[in-house]
């Protein structure tokens, strides 16, 4: 079966790092572009960043020069690294996968989430 699993999140002082994790496993990730997704209480769910299955990147303009989106294919897992975090990142965080091919495109793939707190 299908799963995608997140981890690192935590309660983090204004200006600290998080690393997110996004461990994979069921479906061909060499084949899916990758992204995270935040959303906070009462809050659109929204599109922080991208990794496509070519490496490139893609970034929402409140986290560029923050925020990295990395992939590692050999362990199937994808990572965001957050730092000088904001009180307005706080948010559950998702880890979702979508077919990047015109026969897998209605894979769409989620994970739990895990709550990231930025607060003094």
């Known amino acids: 079966q299908v799963q995608l699993v997140e981890s690192g999140g935590g309660l983090v002082q204004p200006g600290g790092s998080l690393r997110l994790s996004c461990a994979t496993s069921g479906f061909e990730f060499t084949l899916h572009d990758m992204y995270w997704y935040r959303q906070a209480p009462g809050k659109q769910r929204e599109l922080v960043a991208q990794?496509?299955?070519?490496?490139?990147?893609t970034y929402r303009d409140s986290v560029k020069g923050r925020f990295t989106i990395t992939r590692d294919n050999a362990e199937r897992k994808v990572y965001l690294q957050m730092n000088s975090l904001e009180p307005e990142d706080t948010a559950v965080y998702f880890c979702?996968?979508?077919?990047?091919?015109?026969?897998?495109?209605?894979?769409?793939?989620w994970g739990q989430g895990t709550q990231v707190t930025v607060s003094s």
């Open positions: 990794v496509t299955t070519a490496e490139s990147y």
């Open positions: 979702n996968a979508k077919g990047a091919r015109t026969w897998n495109a209605r894979n769409d793939y």
